[in-house]
């Protein structure tokens, strides 16, 4: 009853490690019966030359720390092969294999706890995201865990099982989609925020940012989790750059340093927004505490600066152009390109075990 209930894979191998029983009680993999691992979405006996190959791909962020000395970690993300089943490490800021780098880690000598986890429609046959969406999450709706997400046409869709469907009396084109507190919110271009009903009906929620701030083509709006509340992250881009809606922004190298798909528009700045539930408005927020950001193409989450090596509180990471890892400093607007991983602020992202 108590490995069913469990969050994640690494924490079954923690349950299975405690003794003979316990791990005679629980088989090595459940979850690949469950669609928390891959969730086939197309059903390969209609038009399978087509629809055949693609699937609902996890991913998945942790938290790595010695055993020896548990305060401060390092951030990796993984998901598993498909082909041989096991763990891989991904770049943090895209879906990228990264090749020639760890391929276990030894639980005796390191905790790890899931953090985040993260969701794609992937291509089998291609081997790379679907370009179709922005973001996508694993929704309780009709009964059951369907996939529902955003797509570059700003349309907001949902798996059947059998055909994606564009939900009904959508008002707005939507930038993000969220599971918070049990609830699936989407948030519109223009900055208010959507509640989808578990019946798939979607209502507006609350208010619009200032209208200065958006209906422009030079910026982002994503959902990040923080502090039990939703905020908003406004990412702005350069003039004239814009997000091509017809390319997946990998920012990624291989190992021989040369660049992995397309890079994304260069970003300037962000601005970060809450909603002040006495003013009935949104505001924006000039600092994230002891807290940090992090921006991948698949998810945003928040992360305490504290447990991590380096990271800088009040800050905000993100890979842009060159793909290259930055942390915009929200104290004073200033951008720090990781041209090392020796850098102190970076050093979250490279553990000693790579």
């Known amino acids: 009853m108590i490995a069913v209930c469990l969050f994640s894979v690494i924490e079954l191998k923690s349950f299975r490690s405690v003794c003979r029983s316990w791990?005679?009680?629980?088989?090595?993999?459940?979850?690949?019966?469950r669609?928390?691992?891959?969730?086939?979405?197309?059903?390969?006996?209609?038009?399978?030359?087509?629809?055949?190959?693609?699937?609902?791909?996890?991913?998945?962020?942790?938290?790595?720390?010695p055993s020896s000395s548990p305060n401060q970690g390092w951030l990796i993300k993984s998901?598993?092969?498909?082909?041989?089943?096991?763990?891989?490490?991904l770049d943090h800021f895209s879906r990228i294999p990264l090749k020639h780098r760890c391929k276990s880690i030894n639980l005796l000598r390191f905790n790890v706890s899931e953090i985040q986890e993260a969701y794609v429609v992937h291509d089998r046959r291609m081997d790379e995201p679907d370009l179709g969406f922005k973001r996508v999450v694993l929704a309780t709706v009709q009964g059951g865990d369907h996939a529902l997400g955003v797509g570059w046409d700003?349309?907001?869709?949902f798996w059947s099982g059998r055909i994606w469907t564009i939900l009904k009396d959508q008002l707005a084109e939507f930038t993000d989609v969220v599971i918070h507190g049990g609830l699936t919110y989407a948030l519109a271009s223009d900055g208010s925020v959507w509640w989808i009903s578990s019946s798939l009906s979607i209502f507006k929620y609350g208010p619009p940012l200032d209208?200065?701030?958006?209906?422009?083509?030079?910026?982002?709006?994503?959902?990040?989790?923080?502090?039990?509340?939703?905020?908003?992250?406004?990412?702005?881009l350069k003039e004239g750059d814009t997000l091509d809606p017809n390319v997946f922004?990998?920012?990624a190298v291989d190992d021989d340093g040369n660049q992995i798909g397309e890079t994304s528009p260069k970003t300037i700045g962000f601005k970060v927004y809450k909603m002040d539930e006495d003013m009935g408005k949104w505001v924006e927020v000039k600092s994230l505490g002891d807290d940090a950001f992090v921006m991948a193409t698949d998810t945003c989450f928040s992360v305490s600066a504290g447990e991590f090596h380096g990271?800088?509180?009040?800050?905000?990471?993100?890979?842009d152009k060159e793909c290259k890892i930055r942390v915009f400093?929200?104290?004073d607007a200033s951008i720090t390109r990781a041209t090392s991983t020796e850098q102190n602020c970076f050093k979250m992202f490279a553990p000693s075990f790579f």
């Open 23 to 33: 791990r005679s009680s629980a088989s090595d993999n459940p979850f690949r019966s």
């Open 35 to 65: 669609p928390l691992i891959e969730l086939k979405l197309l059903d390969p006996t209609e038009n399978a030359s087509q629809q055949g190959n693609a699937f609902l791909s996890r991913a998945a962020f942790f938290r790595v720390t």
């Open 79 to 89: 998901d598993t092969d498909l082909n041989s089943g096991k763990f891989r490490l």
């Open 154 to 157: 700003g349309r907001i869709r």
């Open 211 to 236: 209208e200065s701030i958006t209906g422009s083509d030079c910026r982002n709006l994503s959902f990040v989790q923080h502090g039990g509340e939703l905020y908003i992250v406004d990412r702005i």
């Open 249 to 251: 922004y990998v920012c």
């Open 311 to 319: 990271c800088l509180k009040n800050a905000i990471y993100f890979a």
């Open 329 to 331: 400093k929200l104290e």
